[in-house]
């Protein structure tokens, strides 16, 4: 949080009304959501993680998901992309789709799942590899780095990921010796290279400072025009800034409200989420 | 400085203090005596080795002519140690080319690389990127007690399984196609417990095989190789592996192109390991590849690598003193060179990949 948030938080919270810039120039869309989940629930063991959550989330918008720690907003974002699958006491009831297909059905290889949905990662985590080699990856795993000019998709990504001024002269070197916030933008660089369809993002600004933070919700509203991203953050005003839509998990893994970002944030219909929003809970 | 008159921050230390104080600098002294013995043997050893060594070669010991007034004179040269493609020190025409025993050493050290480099690396994979929880659970027990297992037992196997089963199949199959595996097995029965006997007694009647010997010792090197590797897989962040599955990777390209390359110090290190052990090697590779030093690189025939000539020696009758008793220390010196020079490529090794994955 840069100071200027801190200085709001307070004041602007609830009652008189949560400051939210409405205007994104985005149109509400009505159009089906691009992942839906219906009565979906996340076990670990026989822990329930996630309870009976049903959801849609709409295509090019950004959808914040929050909620306090344990709540399955982690658990949810995996179920999305099935890193679930490598959780080995983790087991799935309900419906997932992805453009209608359910992503767990027996036909769907969650390999080829996750090259449609990206992730980035809580704590930036680039591969001990150079910064061109970070990026390349994933075209050159899926098998697509001749179908492409590889050298352009890695300029493109880095780009997008307003990585590219920074560095343009050291592709070679490693991604690890890149400042924390840069390595986080290489890591969504990672994720953007191969053109994903959904960007899933876990907590991807709390591990960075608030300038690094801000260069990334910047970044978040120029990749929804391309992208439908699904972020998870602990972050309210982060939330009520970067996000069309908002999700709030309560503890015990219950899907508590789901609206306008606006909505939620200005007008809870559930007064445990009012109280989480302000503070008062979690 | 008693606890009484005690002024200032009170961080001037006192009684009790000074007690804490003499007590670790005397578990310290402890600790220090603890850590010269290993220095002090490897310096005498290597002393030891040294000075025979130097009579094998010059006649006369380091400590004789620097203590006594021995003079040098040359009994075996460097050239012919080093160049000479027979080796036998205590025949009667002698001969003192080492090179077969190197060779003979070389040879089972690269072979059982190239047994269990491959087998021991895919293990480690399969164990940390492949197997459930379960399997690793019952499996790595399993490798740990082959590691344990005394080499002696090892070099029985090799004597009553490996050599008439495998490798007088593979001579009979190999060589005489025409006979099935079954006559080879009945033919080689006799040797299954004989050559045992035999070497115990000090006769060369077993059928020894540089093949025998090479997969006696890749076997029991594969669990250096699989758990240290495993080890350092492991320790390779799970990040890194969610990093690369969520961009779509198989558990495949996971494996080879994130795990391996972040664990290869550790992997390196457990390769050299296991050449060294290779290297030093004794008592199975003697009984299964035997104690004729040959030139020869065909598998079936026997060798001997510089450990069976050690203990063929140490055995024998030769007198404290002669050249065939001081080539003793001349070949153990080569092989504590060889090994040091494992060692020291293994520290390379670490600190060069060390500094480019952290
Ligand atoms: N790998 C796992 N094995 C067993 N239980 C787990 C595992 N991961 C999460 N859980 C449990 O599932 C519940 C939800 O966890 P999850 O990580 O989804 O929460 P979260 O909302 O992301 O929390 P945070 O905000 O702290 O990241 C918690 O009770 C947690 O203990
Ligand atoms: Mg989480």
Known sequence: MSSEMTDTTDETLIETGFSVETDRGREPTDAEGIVRSEDLSVYYGNERALEDVTIEIPENQVTAIIGPSGCGKSTFLRSINRMNDRIESCTVEGELTFHGKNVYD??????????????????????????????????????????????????????????????????????????????QRLCIAR???????????????????????????????????EYSVIIV??????????????????????????????????????????????GKFG | MSTDTKSGPGISGDDTLEDAHKSNDRVRRIFFACATITVVTTVAIFLV????????????????????????????????????????PD??????????????????????????????????????????????NKLKPVLEVLAGIPTIVYGYFAVSFLTPVLVGGIATNVINPA??????????????????????????????????????????????????????????????????????????????????????SGIFASYILALSRAIGETMAVTLAAGFNANLTANPFAEIMTMTAYLVSMARGTSAVGTVEYQSLFAVGLLLFLMTLTMNLLNDRLKQRFQEEYR
Do not use: C
């Open chain 1, 106 to 183: 027996d036909d769907v290889d969650p390999v080829a799942l996750r090259r449609k949905i990206g992730q980035v990662f809580q704590a930036p985590n680039p591969f001990p590899k150079s910064i061109y080699d970070n990026v390349a990856y994933g075209l050159r795993i899926q098998g697509r780095a001749d179908e492409v000019d590889l050298d352009d998709a890695v300029e493109r990504a880095l780009k997008g990921a307003a990585l590219w001024d920074e560095v343009e002269d050291k592709l070679d070197e490693s991604g690890l010796d890149l400042s924390g916030g840069q390595q």
């Open chain 2, 179 to 264: 006979g099935g595996l079954l006559d080879s097995i009945s033919h080689l029965a006799p040797f299954v417990l004989d050559p045992a006997a035999e070497w115990m007694m000090g006769v060369r009647v077993g059928r020894y095989s540089l093949l025998a010997g090479v997969l006696v010792v890749g076997t029991m090197t594969i669990p250096m190789v699989s758990s240290i590797s495993e080890d350092a897989m492991q320790a390779v962040p799970d990040e890194l592996r969610n990093g690369a599955y969520a961009l779509g990777a198989t558990k495949y390209q996971v494996s080879i192109r994130i795990v391996l390359p972040a664990a290869v």
């Open chain 1, 191 to 225: 994720a953007i290279a191969p053109d994903p369809e959904v960007i899933l993002m876990d907590e991807p600004t709390s591990a960075l400072d608030p300038v690094a933070a801000s260069k990334i919700e910047d970044l978040i509203d120029e990749l929804v025009e």
């Open chain 2, 91 to 136: 025949h009667s025409t002698p001969a003192h080319g080492v090179l077969p025993i190197v060779w003979g050493t070389l040879a089972i050290t690269i072979g059982a690389g190239l047994v269990s480099i491959p087998i021991g690396t895919a293990t480690a994979l399969y164990l940390s990127e492949y197997a459930s929880t379960g399997t690793r």
């Open chain 1, 233 to 278: 953050t602990h972050n309210m005003q982060q939330a009520a800034r970067i996000s069309d839509k908002t999700a709030v998990f309560l503890t015990g893994g219950e899907l508590v409200e789901f609206d306008d970002t606006a909505r939620i944030f200005e007008n809870p219909k559930d007064d445990r989420v009012e109280d989480y929003i302000t």
């Open chain 2, 49 to 88: 080795l040294f000075d025979n060594a130097a009579s094998y070669f010059f006649g006369a010991r380091l400590s004789e002519v620097l203590l006594s007034g021995d003079t040098f004179s040359r009994t075996v040269s460097f050239t012919e140690f080093f160049t000479g493609t027979r080796w036998a």
